[in-house]
């Protein structure tokens, strides 16, 4: 099985308009900030060693205003 990784991310569209999570081999998603920090506070109490990766893919047409 092949690992995933944040690239193979980016290039699927269901997790456009989310809060993504890579972890020990898992993705994980939220829709909220909120809930994103949620999930990786339980990531850090699971697998303390490992450093997550998280990003945030916004929708298709959304303007990121850039100061």
Same mark, same amino acid.
């Given at each position: 099985?092949?690992k995933v ?9 269901r997790? !456009?308009? #989310? =809060?993504?999570?890579?972890?020990a081999?898992?993705? +994980?998603?939220? &829709?909220t ?10 990531i !850090?109490? #699971? =697998? ?7 990003? +945030?893919?916004? &929708?298709?047409h ?6």
């Amino acid at each position: 099985m092949r690992k995933v990784e944040m690239v193979d991310i980016f290039k699927n569209p269901r997790y !456009r308009g #989310k =809060h993504v999570i890579l972890a020990a081999g898992k993705i +994980y998603t939220a &829709k909220t900030g909120e809930g994103a920090s949620k999930i990786l506070e339980g990531i !850090r109490k #699971k =697998h303390p060693r490992v450093t997550p990766e998280i990003a +945030y893919l916004p &929708k298709a047409h959304s303007l990121i205003l850039w100061l």
